[in-house]
């Protein structure tokens, strides 16, 4: 069976890649506070402190991590900014153990859940309340990236959410189809459904439509209340 594509290709690689900051955004995200300052102090390398610092500012905005993908002008900035000399910034150096026990901190920080299986049967839980009501998956994968913002979980990546929604799209498809075959009440509640829905499809078009094309900023947005955190 093909793979469903949800994004496209250009949206895709956007969501799964870091943001790309302006000069005043890279001294906004990257300004770090107290509390952050004084982790990093205990790091013992060049190498980890900036990329700590980079990993913290992209989940600042994001809310998601990006592995050891780092933007060379954002390790640039941050070096900076610490006074580390980019000579001794190592990303390839940067290990999975080290990486790993940054995010717990970054999390904890921002009083953020890791995605782990509890986030996870969280969000099979929404996906699965949404299928019934709004079909098109790109609108159900937006919306599960917002629900996951607001109860402050960790965004996974791509693929872990479209698998989780391709498994219910197919779930509920024989549910659909029986409810098409049906009259009465349920095709009035499946009306009534569809008219919700699609206030709510609207409302994701409209933030889609007022973006860059091709780039679904409603996805990964960076987020405006955090502009302000110092």
């Known amino acids: 069976m093909a793979r469903m594509k949800i994004f496209n290709t250009l949206e895709e690689e956007a969501f ?5 900051f302006n000069s ?5 995200f990257f300004s770090l506070p107290v509390m952050l300052k004084d982790s ?6 060049p190498t980890n402190k900036v990329c700590f610092l980079v990993a913290a500012g992209y989940f600042k905005a994001r809310r998601r991590f990006f592995g050891k993908q780092f933007r060379q002008t954002d390790i640039e900035y941050a070096a900076l900014q610490i006074g580390v000399n980019q000579a001794d910034i ?3 150096a940067f290990s999975k153990e080290t990486c790993s026990r940054h995010q717990r901190v970054i999390l904890n ?3 953020c859940s890791p995605f782990n299986k509890a986030a996870k049967i969280i969000t099979a839980s929404e996906i699965a309340a949404l299928i019934p009501v709004q079909y098109r998956p790109k609108l159900v994968l937006l919306e599960i990236i917002q629900i996951l913002t607001r109860q402050k979980i960790e965004i996974p990546s791509y693929n872990v959410l479209t698998g989780l929604i391709v498994c219910y799209c197919h779930q509920s498809s024989p549910a659909r189809t029986q409810c098409n075959c049906r009259g009465g ?3 009035k509640a499946a009306r009534l459904a569809r008219c919700v829905a699609g206030k709510r499809a609207r409302q994701r078009d409209e933030r889609e439509l007022a973006l860059p094309p091709h780039v679904a900023e409603a996805a990964f947005p960076i987020h405006p209340a955090d502009k302000n955190q110092s």
């Open 90 to 92: 190592r990303v390839e």
């Open 109 to 111: 920080y921002f009083g």
């Open 16 to 20: 799964e890649s870091p943001p790309v």
């Open 185 to 187: 009440s349920q095709q």
């Open 24 to 28: 005043a955004e890279r001294k906004q």
């Open 40 to 45: 990093m102090v205990d790091l013992r390398t």
